[in-house]
Nanobody, 122 residues
Framework: QVQLVESGGGSVQAGGSLRLSCAAS????????MGWFRQTPGKEREGVAF???????LYADSVKGRFTISQDNAKNTVYLQMNNLKPEDTGMYYC????????????????WGRGTQVTVSS
C-alpha cells in the first residue's frame, strides 16, 4: 500500500522560504511521477511542480524561478524548496504520485498525501 506523508509546512512572511518533504513508502513501481499540488478554499487544486524517476521536472509558471523540486531516492523522499514566497502561495500543499514513466500536465495521480498547510503573510 502506497503512503505519502508530507511535512514542512508552516507560516512565513512574504519573501521567506520553506522546504516541504514528501516521504513515500510501499511504492513498488519501477517508474513514477511525483508531484506537488496546492489548493486554497474556493479554488481548484493546481499542480505546482512534478518530478519523474530520471529527474525530469515541470513547474507551474507561477512558481518558476522560486520553487525547486528534488528527490532523494535513498530516502524515498521528494522535496519542494520554496523561496521568495508570496501571499498567493498560501494553501494546502499535497504530494501525489503515479506510475508513469514521465510527468505531464493533466496526468492522473493515483496516490495522495493528506497535505501540509503553507501560509504566507504580507
Amino acid at each position: 500500500q502506497v503512503q505519502l506523508v508530507e511535512s514542512g509546512g508552516g507560516s512565513v512572511q512574504a519573501g521567506g522560504s520553506l522546504r516541504l518533504s514528501c516521504a513515500a513508502s510501499g511504492y513498488t513501481y519501477r517508474s513514477y511521477c511525483m508531484g506537488w499540488f496546492r489548493q486554497t478554499p474556493g479554488k481548484e487544486r493546481e499542480g505546482v511542480a512534478f518530478i519523474d524517476r530520471d529527474g525530469g521536472t515541470l513547474y507551474a509558471d507561477s512558481v518558476k524561478g522560486r520553487f525547486t523540486i528534488s528527490q532523494d531516492n535513498a530516502k524515498n523522499t521528494v522535496y519542494l524548496q520554496m523561496n521568495n514566497l508570496k501571499p498567493e502561495d498560501t494553501g494546502m500543499y499535497y504530494c501525489a504520485a503515479n506510475s508513469f514513466t514521465f510527468c505531464y500536465w493533466g496526468a492522473i495521480f493515483d496516490y495522495w498525501g493528506r497535505g501540509t498547510q503553507v501560509t504566507v503573510s504580507s
